[in-house]
């Protein structure tokens, strides 16, 4: 079947290597923002999040920057493995009950 | 716990023929939200439901009805399919205002 990331921007990293994904958000009253990672023929899976009063937020391996002056978003992950290759989604909360999801970024990650 | 279950995985309808997705989730979440994932478009929200008893539009609605007569339960209808409809379908819960747990989808082919 067809790809969810077919016409995806791509990211390709040797395995070791630190990745950085970014994403544009468009609208300043958003306060709460996620990444999520969808495997191939999976559901998103929800890796890390962070709200407006933070401009920095740490997981396993992942750290998301969020720079309200520009509405941009950073997943970072660290000593990036194989197993961390799939499309990667950030979201925003308006404020309201239902997250706005941008396109995705695929990252492929050689041995 | 099972967290979000969807239910078929696959179905092949022919256009005209309507057909029931159902959405489960055993975490007791308030919110639910079915969406469609269609290549290179990322996840588009169709309808949603803030609490038993209720729904509300999405992004896409159009073609689509929902029913929220459970908690745990949300249903996603067609009602006269049309090869459009052809996608993933994701089923979603979560707390208010938080991370959405995911399904592992239904891909449904309209021919």
């Known amino acids: 079947g067809e790809s969810v990331g077919l016409h995806l921007p791509t990211l390709s990293v040797q395995e070791g290597d630190n990745s950085i994904i970014n994403c544009a958000y468009s609208n300043s009253a958003s306060d709460y923002f996620i990444w999520y990672k969808q495997e191939s023929g999976k559901g998103p899976q929800f890796i890390i999040d962070i709200r407006s009063n933070m401009d920095k937020r740490q997981g396993q391996r992942v750290t998301v920057l969020l720079n309200k002056t520009v509405k941009h978003l950073s997943l970072q992950i660290a000593a990036t493995q194989p197993g961390d290759s799939a499309v990667y989604f950030c979201?925003?909360?308006?404020?309201?009950?239902?997250?706005?999801f941008g396109k995705g970024t695929m990252l492929l990650v050689s041995p | 716990n099972a967290g979000v279950t969807q239910t078929p995985k696959f179905r092949v309808l022919k256009t005209g023929q309507s057909m029931t997705l159902l959405c489960a989730q055993d975490m007791n979440h308030e919110y639910m939200y079915w969406y469609r994932q269609d290549p290179g478009m990322g996840l588009r929200l169709i309808h949603y439901s803030v609490g038993e008893g209720t729904t509300a539009k999405g992004e896409v609605p159009d073609g689509y009805n929902v029913s929220r007569l459970k908690k745990q339960n949300f249903l996603l209808g067609l009602e006269s399919a049309a090869p459009s409809q052809t996608s993933v379908y994701f089923c979603a819960s979560s707390y208010v205002r938080s991370e959405q747990f995911f399904g592992p989808g239904t891909r449904l082919t309209v021919l």
């Open positions: 979201a925003e909360n308006r404020g309201y009950s239902t997250l706005t």
